[in-house]
T-cell receptor, first 109, second 113 residues
Framework: KNEVEQSPQNLTAQEGEFITINCSYS?????LHWLQQHPGGGIVSLFM???GKKKHGRLIATINIQEKHSSLHITASHPRDSAVYIC???????????FGTGTSLTVIP | KAGVTQTPRYLIKTRGQQVTLSCSPI?????VSWYQQTPGQGLQFLFE???????NKGNFPGRFSGRQFSNSRSEMNVSTLELGDSALYLC????????????FGQGTRLTVV
């Protein structure tokens, strides 16, 4: 079983919709990361969380350490949000990422 | 501040050849990690270097190796290339040992023919 589980695998939304992507993990972590990957390959770090909630613009990330669960929310989604969103965790052993399988998001105008 | 630079961006090699990929981390960052991304296996960890020492290693055969120089630049080498080594190879740099944000390069897309 993968140490990091992510859902859904694919998501299609209409522009303006509120979007939620979920992530569960089964190991002790030093931090949980939300990453974004556009076609072409480059990965951008959106959030790094060890507790609570963070917000950047229309993106909100939350983590519940006791339940080992995190969510990424996108408010007022836009076609430029179309990308693959990846949940990953790091442990206290180093900076190695343990990745979820990713969520492919398509936002339709 | 310059980002993480990976060279080359694209590479085509023949089976049996070897290849060296380069990653220049953000200035001041001491940790460099390498990942392989394929459609079938997703993102997989190759190895991590911190201050010139390999700290963690993923489950890849010995054909995959790496090193880190005193200026924190890192190289990875793949010998005796196989078709299955075709992938996007990404490196990520972090400033310190653990629990810090990582910054990814654009990747090197390797095609083995």
């Amino acid at each position: 079983k993968n140490e990091v589980e992510q859902s859904p695998q694919n998501l299609t939304a209409q522009e303006g919709e509120f979007i939620t992507i979920n992530c569960s993990y089964s190991v002790g972590i030093s931090a949980l990361h939300w990453l974004q990957q556009h076609p072409g390959g480059g990965i951008v770090s959106l959030f790094m969380l060890s507790s609570g909630k963070k917000k950047h613009g229309r993106l909100i990330a939350t983590i519940n350490i006791q339940e080992k669960h995190s969510s990424l929310h996108i408010t007022a989604s836009h076609p430029r949000d179309s990308a693959v969103y990846i949940c990953a965790v790091t442990k206290n052993t180093g900076n190695q990422f343990y990745f979820g399988t990713g969520t492919s998001l398509t936002v339709i105008p | 501040k310059a980002g993480v630079t990976q060279t080359p961006r694209y590479l085509i090699k023949t089976r049996g050849q070897q290849v060296t990929l380069s990653c220049s981390p953000i200035s001041g960052h001491r940790s460099v990690s390498w990942y392989q991304q394929t459609p079938g296996q997703g993102l997989q960890f190759l190895f991590e270097y911190f201050s010139e020492t390999q700290r963690n290693k993923g489950n890849f055969p010995g054909r995959f190796s790496g090193r880190q120089f005193s200026n924190s630049r890192s190289e990875m080498n793949v010998s005796t290339l196989e078709l299955g080594d075709s992938a996007l190879y990404l490196c990520a740099s972090s400033p310190t040992g653990t629990g810090t944000e990582a910054f990814f390069g654009q990747g090197t897309r390797l095609t083995v023919v």
